[in-house]
Every structure is written in structure tokens, then in C-alpha cells.
């Protein structure tokens, strides 16, 4: 039986906003009310007392009913009240009354109470039943299948989507009010190129023929700098088909930006503006430094073992094998002449702490990658000044006292010393980097550290051009063995590195930058090849793509040919930026309709079987 819906409702004349603001100046107006019906409590047969929740589910104010004299059929709006399942829409029209505030433990301010006024029902109007089926109170955790549910029920979700929401506002209007960039959108239904990271396909009624969703703007906002845009940005959605390891999405959204004539500096400048106005407009941010230290990629990976270093924690790493004896150098792994580097971090002031936690970080899940590292395990040690040489026996006695006067050692210290091969960095991490990331996150959790506090900013540049191509990314497919670190548009970053292109390609730096902030990285950029044979010496010649593959791309080297002028830009990965300026663990909690792990969405259930009428359609085949 359709009881309640309704196709015309009542327009509301007032707001709960306006209740709150003006209160008891309100008193006896009548008014009608949007909201949901919350908690009801009845207090007798004639008297009843509900909660009802405006539309944001922010505000509320107290509903009283009685009944209405005279009328004592189930239409009566009171006994209409005392039928409403609770979360039903309805509105509401009824007189205002101001109220004493509640004393007690009533009046302990529920979040969004308007305790000035309340309502006397004259009329409900229910809008939509709340099946009763469906149970939800506050502390209801409801899964992906119900992820509608679970944002009404879960202000923080929603509150994410308004934070969010004011982010990009904030990011549009910098770029385009101050920056004067203009904001323009990119088709969504590209070409397939191997940039580097695997596509999605969009099969088409044309035999054999297929778009690809863009795995960034990346092409099109270069030829827009040959189109004479002198500064392009959008908040773009990408897609990449990837392993959906810790926290990706195989659809994401980028700030996207682009700008002619520019150099790295010009764009590492325009973000750090973007930035900073996020941090002080959102979170009151105070003390942003100018603007943000710049280290290179080797220096980063060295120190923090990461080229997206948290430098909120300290425990920087050190080599030590030129100052350790050859048998422990000989012992700690199987490496002929490697290097060896050290890090303390201080867990404990009472060392037999420290060796409690470290014992159990060691026997942890967390531990195993560490100790089956094939360059060795982690030598692990407790500055103990009970013990002889303070537990640092094994370096012998000289280099004991130097390391402790290097690290500066104190009672209860954990240190860490790692053997990695002699050679040069690639990747994003090192073993000891990651061990440093996992004692530090172990230690917090276990209440011996405090959590790190605040924002650290950091731009990373000089990576390498090339890295050796791995079976995890497919890279551009080149028949050298190398793939672009960053994608093949990055220019090399001086003349000398132009030199070393042919000869030397593993030795050349990009032009290349990423911002990081505690240990994130929120985006990348670089400046781009914007000379023709250039990109084609890189594609062809370096990394040796097929000419196949090189037709790919004609079309952007004839966009280059035509008088493109330099241009470099950046994207920020903008759920990630978001989730870190709330402090969220994933980027799911900053997105409406996350997908899940393997990359389904639960609620509407995609992806979905092709029908054999849409094989048909696109003139495809199953295998
Ligand atoms: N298109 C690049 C990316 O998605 C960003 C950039 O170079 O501007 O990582």
C-alpha cells in the first residue's frame, strides 16, 4: 500500500539555520520545515517529543506534538508523528516556540541542538517512508553495497565530500582569479599511447576500433600550449588500469595544470601558491615556510631511503662501512664490497623497553620483508650505557665510540645498520628507507613515540630520466630496456644531460619535481621536450620504441613541430591531497563511491558481464 509518497509537498519558508540565528525573535511564527524525523519519545498519550534533523543531517531541533483538538482519525497529525518510522523525509508545518535551553544531561549540547526554539506540529506532510527493515543508528557500519547508507549515517564522509568540495573551489579560484589560468576540459574518450601506465579500452560499433580513457591530460595540455593557451588547468579524472595496490583507484582525480614559457621553478612557485592557500584557508595553517626546501632524488633516497621522505621523523641514514670493522661488513650479508648505512631512532629512554619492542616488531608480520631481504637482514642493536660498550660491542671499540658521537646516541636508542648493493639508486624506496618508515609507524602505534605532528613539505627533483624498464609497469614498450621515470615528455634537465642521452641515458637527470609532505607524495611535474627531434631522439633512439608505437605519438610531434613554446606543469593527485589535509589513512574515506580493492563498485555492482548483445554490438569475442 502506498501510504506516504507524495508527489506535491510544501516549499519550506525557513531554514534551520535561521531558527538557530534568531531563535526565540521567532516565537509563534508559523513555518514549514524540510528535514528527517529523528529519535521520538513519547512522553504521554497526548504528548510527544522527536528530534528532526534539517537536510544536511547537521542541524536539529525538537519537534512537539499533541494532539490536534477536535481530530482523532490516524491522519491526525500526531498520531501521524507517532507512526513515522525514524529517517523519514518529511515536512514539517508548525509554530515556532521558544524553549528554555535543557538542563542536565539533556542539555549536554548535542553536536547541532538549536536549543532556543521548538516546533508545535500543526501538519506533517511525509515525504518518503524509511523501510523498517533497514536498521541505523548511529554506530551502524554499513558496507560498500551500501555506501548511501553508510554517508548519511557517517558525518565524516560527508563531511570530507564538503571539505573536498571547498578545496577545489579554493584550487579554481587561485589558479584562475590570481594566476590567470583558464579551465578547460579534455576529452575523456582518447587514443591509446603507451605512456606508461596500462588503459582502460572503450570499444566502439566499428569494427576493431577503440577509444582509451586518458591516464592523465598529460598530451592533449601540451598541445594546448602549441594552441596558444598560455595557461591550462583542470580537475581532471584519470584512469589506469593498475594493480589497485595500498590505496589506488583505477579512476582518480588530478589538479592538472599546465603553462607556456615556463620553467620548473615557475610552476614549483604557482603550486606552492595553491598550496599554501589550501593550508591556511582549510586548516589555518600559519608558519608555511616561503617557499618549500628543494632535494634532489639522490640525496632523499640516501638520507630517508625514499624519494617521498617523511622528514617529520628524523632517523636520518648514514653510510658506515668505511668505519666498521670488514668482519662485521663480511657478516651482515652476503654482498662483496657493499654499502653500509645506519639509522638510530630513539624508541624508549629504558633500553630493555626498546628490546621489548624491537622483539616484537621482529617476530611481526610487518618484519618478514626485512629479514628475508636477500642483501641481509637488519643488524639491530640498543644503545645501553649498563652494557659493555654500551651494546655496540660487535663494531669494536673505535668505531663504537664514533658512532655514537656521529648519531649522538642516548640510553634506549634503536640502531639499525643495513648492507645495500654499490650501486646507483632507482625506484621509489630502500630497504633500510622502508624499515625506517615501519619501526617509526610500529612505534607509534605501540605508544612508545608520539605520532609526528604537522606538515612537512618538500619538492624532490633531479630523478633520473630513465629507469631499467620492470615487469610491474609496462612502461612504453622499448626495445632498450629502459622506460621513462616520470613519462616520455620529461625533458632531460641541462645541456649535459642532452649529452648523455645516447651515450649514457641511466645517468641523465629530468627536468623533473615532485612535491612531497609527509611522506606522500601529492603530485609531480616536470618540464616537457617541447622541440620535435628531441621527442623523437628520446622515443626512437633511447628508448628505442617501435615504429609502430612511435605513430602513437605522430600526432604530438607534429603538435611540437608547429612552433610549441616551452612549457612545463604539474598534477596534484587531488584525493590524496585532500585525504592528507584531513589526516585520513585512504583516499577512500575522501571519495563518494570509492571502488573496492579489486575494483568494483558494490552498490551499482560494476563492472558487469558483457551481454552477447553487446559483444555483438562491438564486433568482440570471448576467449
Ligand atoms: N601527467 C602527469 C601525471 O599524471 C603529471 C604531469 O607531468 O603534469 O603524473
Given at each position: 500500500m502506498l501510504t506516504v509518497v507524495t508527489v506535491d509537498f510544501p516549499s519550506a519558508t525557513c531554514t534551520f539555520q535561521r531558527l538557530a540565528e534568531e531563535g526565540a525573535k521567532l516565537n509563534d511564527q508559523q513555518v514549514v520545515l524540510h528535514g528527517y524525523i529523528g529519535t521520538r519519545r513519547d512522553a504521554s498519550k497526548s504528548l510527544t517529543f522527536a528530534e528532526f534533523h534539517d537536510m544536511t543531517l547537521g542541524a536539529t531541533v525538537q519537534l512537539v506534538s499533541t494532539p490536534t483538538k477536535g481530530v482523532d482519525g490516524s491522519n491526525s497529525p500526531h498520531t501521524t508523528l507517532r507512526e513515522l518510522q525514524e529517517h523519514s523525509p518529511v515536512a514539517i508545518s508548525g509554530t515556532i516556540k521558544s524553549r528554555k535551553a535543557p538542563s542536565g544531561k539533556d542539555g549536554e549540547s548535542k553536536a547541532g541542538l538549536i536549543t532556543s526554539v521548538e516546533v508545535k506540529v500543526d501538519n506533517i506532510t511525509p515525504l518518503n517512508a524509511f523501510p523498517n527493515d533497514i536498521i541505523m543508528s548511529k554506530d551502524t557500519v554499513f558496507p560498500a553495497e551500501s555506501r548511501h547508507l553508510q554517508?548519511?549515517?557517517?558525518?565524516?564522509?560527508?563531511?570530507?565530500?564538503?571539505?573536498?568540495?571547498?578545496?577545489?573551489?579554493?584550487?579554481?579560484?587561485?589558479?584562475?582569479?590570481?594566476?590567470?589560468?583558464?579551465?578547460?576540459?579534455?576529452?575523456?574518450?582518447?587514443?591509446?599511447?603507451?605512456?606508461?601506465?596500462?588503459?582502460?579500452?572503450?570499444?566502439?560499433?566499428?569494427?576493431?576500433?577503440?577509444?582509451?580513457?586518458?591516464?592523465?591530460?598529460?598530451?592533449?595540455?601540451?598541445?594546448?600550449?602549441?594552441?596558444?593557451?598560455?595557461?591550462?588547468?583542470?580537475?581532471?579524472?584519470?584512469?589506469?588500469?593498475?594493480?589497485?595496490?595500498?590505496?589506488?583507484?583505477?579512476?582518480?582525480?588530478?589538479?592538472?595544470?599546465?603553462?607556456?614559457?615556463?620553467?620548473?621553478?615557475?610552476?614549483?612557485?604557482?603550486?606552492?601558491?595553491?598550496?599554501?592557500?589550501?593550508?591556511?584557508?582549510?586548516?589555518?595553517?600559519?608558519?608555511?615556510?616561503e617557499t618549500f626546501p628543494l632535494m634532489s632524488y639522490e640525496k632523499a633516497m640516501s638520507k630517508y631511503g625514499s624519494d617521498k621522505p617523511d622528514l617529520r621523523l628524523g632517523s636520518e641514514i648514514q653510510p658506515i662501512e668505511y668505519m666498521i670493522p670488514v668482519d662485521l661488513v663480511n657478516k651482515i650479508g652476503p654482498l662483496d664490497d657493499p654499502i653500509v648505512e645506519v639509522m638510530k631512532i630513539p624508541i624508549a629512554e629504558d633500553p630493555n623497553d626498546t628490546r621489548k619492542f624491537v622483539n616484537k616488531f621482529m617476530d611481526s608480520p610487518e618484519a618478514q620483508p626485512f629479514i628475508q631481504n636477500p642483501h641481509g637482514q637488519p643488524g639491530i642493536f640498543i644503545f645501553d650505557t649498563r652494557k659493555p660498550l654500551q651494546g655496540l660491542s660487535v663494531f669494536g671499540f673505535e668505531a663504537a665510540e664514533a658512532l655514537e658521537d656521529m648519531i649522538n646516541l642516548e640510553d634506549g636508542d634503536l640502531v639499525i645498520i643495513q648492507a645495500r648493493p654499490r650501486e646507483a639508486f632507482s625506484g621509489g624506496s630502500t630497504p633500510i628507507g622502508n624499515l625506517r618508515l615501519a619501526l617509526h609507524k610500529s612505534a607509534v602505534k605501540h605508544g612508545y613515540i608520539g605520532p609526528p605532528q604537522g606538515f612537512a613539505f618538500t619538492w624532490i627533483n633531479d630523478f633520473p630520466l630513465f629507469s631499467p624498464s620492470n615487469d610491474a609497469e609496462p612502461g612504453q614498450g622499448g626495445a632498450a630496456g629502459l622506460s621513462a621515470t616520470h613519462h616520455p615528455f620529461t625533458s632531460p634537465k641541462t645541456a649535459a644531460d642532452v649529452d648523455l642521452l645516447l651515450t649514457d641515458p641511466l645517468q641523465v637527470r629530468a627536468d623533473h619535481y615532485d612535491l612531497v609532505v609527509n611522506g606522500v607524495e601529492l603530485g609531480g611535474g616536470s618540464r616537457r621536450i617541447h622541440s620535435a627531434e628531441m621527442q623523437e631522439l628520446v622515443m626512437r633512439e633511447v628508448l628505442q620504441m617501435s615504429e609502430e608505437r612511435m605513430k602513437d605519438f605522430a600526432h604530438l610531434i607534429e603538435v611540437l613541430r608547429a612552433g610549441c613554446p616551452p612549457h612545463a606543469g604539474l598534477a596534484l593527485g587531488f584525493d590524496r591531497l585532500v585525504a592528507v589535509m584531513m589526516g585520513r589513512e585512504s583516499v577512500r574515506d575522501v571519495i563518494a563511491f570509492p571502488k573496492s580493492g579489486r575494483g568494483e563498485d558494490l552498490l551499482v555492482k560494476s563492472p558487469t558481464k558483457m551481454t552477447e548483445g553487446q559483444l555483438e554490438t562491438y564486433h568482440l569475442r570471448l576467449r
Open positions: 554517508i548519511r549515517n557517517d558525518p565524516s564522509i560527508r563531511n570530507a565530500l564538503a571539505f573536498r568540495s571547498k578545496a577545489a573551489r579554493i584550487v579554481r579560484n587561485e589558479l584562475c582569479e590570481k594566476h590567470d589560468f583558464t579551465e578547460i576540459e579534455t576529452p575523456l574518450l582518447f587514443k591509446s599511447t603507451p605512456e606508461g601506465a596500462r588503459e582502460f579500452l572503450v570499444p566502439t560499433r566499428t569494427p576493431g576500433l577503440a577509444y582509451a580513457l586518458p591516464q592523465s591530460p598529460q598530451q592533449y595540455k601540451q598541445i594546448l600550449m602549441a594552441s596558444g593557451i598560455p595557461r591550462y588547468v583542470q580537475i581532471a579524472k584519470c584512469f589506469r588500469d593498475e594493480d589497485l595496490r595500498a590505496d589506488r583507484q583505477p579512476e582518480f582525480t588530478q589538479v592538472d595544470l599546465e603553462m607556456a614559457f615556463a620553467s620548473a621553478e615557475d610552476v614549483m612557485r604557482t603550486i606552492e601558491a595553491v598550496v599554501k592557500r589550501l593550508w591556511t584557508e582549510l586548516l589555518g595553517a600559519k608558519d608555511l615556510p
